[in-house]
């Protein structure tokens, strides 16, 4: 079992920058890629940005692209979210996610078994 543990999340300003970060806890080792997803007021759960285990390659949602950014440290079990120029758009509970095994559409949120309790992120105008 894997327990993931966001935090950083918070009310800004428009334009503002936050950063988001998973702690990973448990049988690490199962985990494999990760990402992040988000869930806005009435809507479903999003794909926002993952990253792969191996080579590390990075993906992100059209929304996001140029703005975000996912990063990995596996000597501490981190995942973090560095979210630039934030608009009232990306208002969300944004959460954290990972896999056990390599996901062929690691956009797919039902491929990920892993989930953190989420943080919320509020921007403001």
């Known amino acids: 079992q894997v327990q993931l543990v966001e935090s950083g999340g918070g009310l800004v300003q428009a334009g503002a920058s936050l950063r988001l970060s998973c702690l990973a806890s448990?049988?690490?080792?199962?985990?494999?890629?990760m990402g992040w997803f988000r869930q806005a007021p009435g809507k479903e759960r999003e794909f926002v940005a993952a990253?792969?285990?191996?080579?590390?390659?990075?993906y992100y949602g059209d929304s996001v692209k140029g703005r975000f950014t996912i990063s990995r440290d596996f000597a501490k079990d981190t995942l973090d979210l560095q979210m630039n120029n934030l608009n009232p758009e990306d208002t969300a509970v944004y959460y954290c996610?990972?896999?056990?095994?390599?996901?062929?559409?690691?956009?797919?949120?039902?491929?990920?078994?892993?989930w953190g309790q989420g943080t919320q992120v509020t921007v403001a105008l």
């Open positions: 448990g049988r690490t080792s199962g985990s494999y890629d």
């Open positions: 990253i792969r285990r191996s080579l590390g390659s990075t």
């Open positions: 996610a990972a896999s056990a095994r390599y996901l062929p559409n690691i956009r797919r949120r039902e491929e990920y078994v892993y």
